[in-house]
């Protein structure tokens, strides 16, 4: 197995606490389609200027049964504003149409295989994986993107087609490890293409 999820692959599972003090399995997703998993956090500026495009697509796709996910596994040691209690002001400043989990741990993060932030995972119905990689290929500023590959993908799993292009880069910053550098990755973890 890669480092990173292989396409096929079925969700891990994993039960975190999310932004509004409930804590959330995959099998309270078990209605929707199709799921967005995304690894996320609150200070990354490739977060930051691409999170109104998510929004958008989350909202887009909620009446078609996809939901999104977002995980923040940074350790608030490295960036404090990464915390649980900052990830809950976020939430109560943006209203951002997904629910927010806290992998306090980091264990879903491994388990997944994230790179950035933010890195996406789309599974279809029976939470097999066929895309992973960025939403846009421009994430620090989502207004100049020239692709918008997640979309293409949602757009052809609701469409019963095959995903021209399912595995990207993901585009951003890299996950904040605890007790490591800021800039430090698993020396597994490399591109997916």
């Not at 895309?131 to 500023?141: E, K, L, Q, S």
């Not at 100049?144 to 609701?158: Q, R, W």
Request: charged share 25%; aromatic share 10%.
């Amino acid at each position: 197995m890669s480092y990173t999820l292989s396409m096929g692959e079925l969700a891990p599972d994993f039960s975190l606490k999310a932004t509004n003090e409930k804590n959330y399995s995959l099998n309270d997703f078990k209605e929707a389609k199709g799921l967005v998993i995304f690894f996320t956090c609150n200070h990354c500026p490739y977060v930051i200027g691409s999170n109104e495009n998510t929004r958008e697509l989350a909202d887009e796709f909620k009446n078609q049964n996809i939901a999104f996910l977002a995980i923040n596994s940074n350790s608030p040691n490295t960036y404090p504003e990464d915390s649980y209690d900052h990830m809950k002001t976020i939430m109560e400043k943006h209203h951002y149409p997904w629910v927010y989990l806290h992998d306090k741990d980091q264990i879903t993060a491994l388990k997944y295989g994230a790179l950035k932030t933010p890195h996406f995972f789309l599974f279809n119905e029976k939470r097999e994986l066929i895309y992973t990689g960025r939403a846009v290929d421009h994430p620090r500023d989502a207004s100049l993107a020239k692709k918008h590959e997640l979309k293409d993908a949602v757009v052809s799993l609701i469409q019963n087609k095959p995903i021209k292009l399912a595995i990207t880069n993901p585009i951003g910053c890299n996950i904040k490890w605890e007790g490591k550098p800021p800039h430090w990755m698993p020396p597994e973890a490399c591109d997916l293409v």
